[in-house]
Structures are given as C-alpha cells and as structure tokens.
C-alpha cells in the first residue's frame, strides 16, 4: 500500500495538484463557477488534464504500483481499477481548476478569457495545445535525461574525478 500511496502522491504533485495557499473549502458563487467552467472548457482545460492523466507513463506507474500491492490480481481488474482512478482524478482536477478559477478570478477577467478563447487566436492554441504539450514533455525527458552529464561535468571540473 505504502507504494501506491508513494506513486499517487508523485503522480499528483507532477500535475500540480499541490494548491497550498488556495483558497480551500471556499464555497463560490454558482454564476462564477459556471463562467469558470465556459472558460475552462473553451480553453480545452479538461481535454488537457485528461490527456496527462492518461500518458502511457502515468497509467505504467499506477499499474507497477497496484501490482506491488496486489500480485496475484488479474491483468483486467488492475487495468480497470487504473482506468477507474483516471477518470476520478480528471474530474477531480476539472472540478477544482473551476473552483480556483470562481473564486481567483473576477467575472471581468473570466469574461476576457472567454473571449480570447472564442477567438481564432484562442482556438488555434487550444487546437495546437496537444502536440506543444507532447512536444514540451518529450523535450523535457531529453533534457532531463542530459542533466547527469552536465552535473557530472560541473562536479568535476571542480575537483577529481575517478576514471571511469
């Protein structure tokens, strides 16, 4: 259990699930949240959460961690426990971007979102926002994937270094 607890908060602090300092168990007005949920949508906010919480990674890393807590289970139950899961937490997070953005935004300023993303500008960064965030990520396991050997290189440049 303590695995899966472990790979879930992981998974969620990766998201940006951590909120301190947000206003929690505030309780917005209904005609805010409806406009935070205009916005949200036009701004394809759901589609964005739901395809990081559905990246082959994320799935592989809940599935390992549920395997380590239940071995024997069947292929098809952990799958669907995943699948379950998945489809929680992207409500979860829809749900909570649409209080943050009720009760941090003003009508005003939600209102000029709504706008921007009713735009050909808005739209077509919505439209293109998949393949940017693809692009992004794969660019950031590259660089991440470097960054051992660039440490590795300022480590050494400073003092001895074994051979190797």
């Given amino acids: 259990m303590k695995h899966l607890l472990v790979a879930a908060s992981a998974i969620l602090l990766s998201l940006g699930a951590a909120t301190a300092g947000a206003a929690q168990g505030t309780e917005p007005d209904p005609a805010m949240v409806a406009l935070a949920e205009q916005v949200l949508t036009a701004s394809g906010n759901g589609a964005t959460v739901g395809s ?7 799935r592989t890393i809940m599935r390992d961690a549920l395997r380590r807590v239940l071995p024997a289970a069947s292929d098809a139950a952990l799958d669907a ?21 009720a009760t941090m935004f003003s009508a005003a300023e939600l209102k000029d979102m709504l706008a921007f993303y009713s735009s050909p500008g808005g739209k077509a960064l919505v439209a293109h926002g998949p393949a940017i965030t693809a692009e992004k990520m794969a660019f950031g396991r590259q660089l991440g994937s470097e960054a051992i050997v660039r440490m590795k290189a300022a480590v050494c440049a400073r003092e001895a270094c074994p051979a190797q």
């Fill in 52 to 58: 990081v919480l559905r990246t082959s990674e994320t």
């Fill in 81 to 101: 426990a995943v699948d379950g899961e998945l489809s929680h937490e992207r409500q979860a997070f829809f749900e909570e971007n649409r209080r943050l953005y």
